[in-house]
């Protein structure tokens, strides 16, 4: 038997028990912090538990397969609460599955009908919502209670921003991080970020992190987690940030995990002041190759524009871009256009709809582009910029941005 704690998300094996020839197995004289945890056992059957050093003993019966169908609170009131509680969300969400099947099949004509369907569902609401906090109140003081209330007062939050978001949530308690409730704060906060805000998304992840930073593994999870969501969805200004502060900078508190170390790695070999990656860019108009380093060898700065024929988003850099072009015109100024497109029409209908007139390059195999793994491009646009030895000078969200980091180094 597997001993797994929940680490938002995600969970992590800390302790394993044989179970004797009687099916029985005791994790005895053991203390482990607060929160959610998981039993498994032949690799993939799990349930849900929780386990609290205050509460010394914790017994469950299972009677069958699999166990999260199949267990019995012996001795828990935590568990119990829980169980209850899992019940009572259960035995509501069917009735509710009834009802909404009730009003599929209801005229919209039947008024009369769809209020009386519309007053059950209320119903079944409040008496959810009371027999829930009657759970709540038998162990106000649980962790149960504790994970339930956080749970509530971050939704209550939501709508409100932000700073209410940042005020409702306790970033540094352990028992939100044995929860999945820690990654929906995280997201929660991150989202409610106004796209103008000052200082943007960049100031919010440095409020994260400093709150975060009142417990050791919350602030190591919260590292991990907003350096792979970034990483993942293509926010690579911000993917980039973390690695520079918080994971090689000076807002590093704790060593990398084994998790995003080699994800750490691939970034610093394409961060800024690393030495480009020599790639070979074929033309699929004239179906020849060329050397990326032929371009920045050519120019005092190059460009290096990531795009894909169909994205709207990169077709608005486009204007900014071949104006930049004209303006530093006779300055050392070169593009390069990286394409991650799949088609050849799509490929040759940009360039001539756009008026694209730097060099275009694109292997016409997608995301499997060997330049855009090279450079650990994840989304389009993306634009880079070399200096003549293929140093990594910038890494620009936009063309604005393009602009103001070459024109102070043009005058």
Not at 4 to 28: H, Q, Y
Not at 81 to 98: D, H, P
Not at 212 to 231: I, K, N, P, Q, V
Not at 256 to 261: A, D, F, P, Q, Y
Request: glycine letters at 8%.
């Amino acid at each position: 038997m597997v001993l797994l704690e929940i680490r938002g998300m995600d969970s992590r094996p800390v302790d394993s028990i044989l179970v004797d020839r009687k099916g029985k197995f005791s994790f005895a004289g053991r203390s482990y912090p607060a929160g959610f945890y998981q039993l498994q056992v032949n690799d993939t059957d799990r349930v849900d538990i929780i386990l609290d050093p205050r509460e010394r003993n914790v017994v469950f019966k299972f009677t069958g397969a699999p166990l999260q169908q199949h267990v019995e609170v012996v001795a828990s009131a935590e568990n119990k609460a829980l169980w209850a509680y899992k019940g009572i969300s259960r035995a509501a969400q069917f009735e509710l599955a009834g009802l909404r099947e009730q009003r599929n099949r209801t005229s919209l004509e039947d008024l009369q009908a769809l209020a009386r369907l519309d007053s059950l569902t209320a119903a079944v609401e409040v008496r959810r919502r009371s027999s829930l906090d009657a759970v709540l109140l038998d162990r106000p003081e649980s962790t149960f209670a504790h994970i339930i209330k956080a749970d509530r007062k971050l939704t209550g939050a939501l709508p409100l921003g932000p700073q209410a978001i940042g005020a409702a949530f306790a970033w540094s308690d352990g028992r939100m991080l044995r929860s999945s409730l820690y990654p929906k704060a995280l997201m929660s906060y991150l989202q409610s970020i106004p796209f103008d805000a000052p200082g943007g998304l960049h100031a919010g992840v440095d409020s994260l992190m400093h709150w975060a930073s009142g417990d050791e593994a919350c602030w190591t999870y919260a590292r991990s987690f907003l350096l792979r969501t970034f990483d993942q969805f293509g926010a690579d200004d911000l993917a980039q940030y973390m690695v520079d502060r918080y994971a090689m900078g000076p807002g590093a508190l704790r060593p990398l995990e084994n998790g995003i170390s080699a994800l750490v790695s691939e970034r610093l070999r394409v961060a800024i002041g690393a030495r480009a990656p020599e790639v070979l860019l074929p033309d699929p108009v004239a179906q020849d190759t060329t050397r990326l380093s032929v371009h920045w060898q050519r120019n005092e700065r190059t460009v290096l524009f990531f795009y894909s024929s169909t994205c709207d988003h990169c077709h608005a850099q486009i204007p900014g871009l071949r104006a930049m072009q004209m303006d530093l015109k006779g300055r050392g100024l070169g593009i390069v256009g990286i394409s991650v497109d799949t088609d050849l029409d799509e490929f040759m209908q940009a360039l001539t709809e756009h008026g694209i007139s730097w060099p275009s390059y694109s292997e016409l195999n997608g995301w499997g582009s060997s330049a855009a793994k090279a450079f650990h491009v994840k989304a389009t646009p993306t634009l880079i910029v070399l200096d003549n030895m293929g140093t990594i000078m910038a890494r620009p969200h936009d063309h604005v941005a393009l602009r103001e980091f070459l024109v102070g180094r043009t005058r």
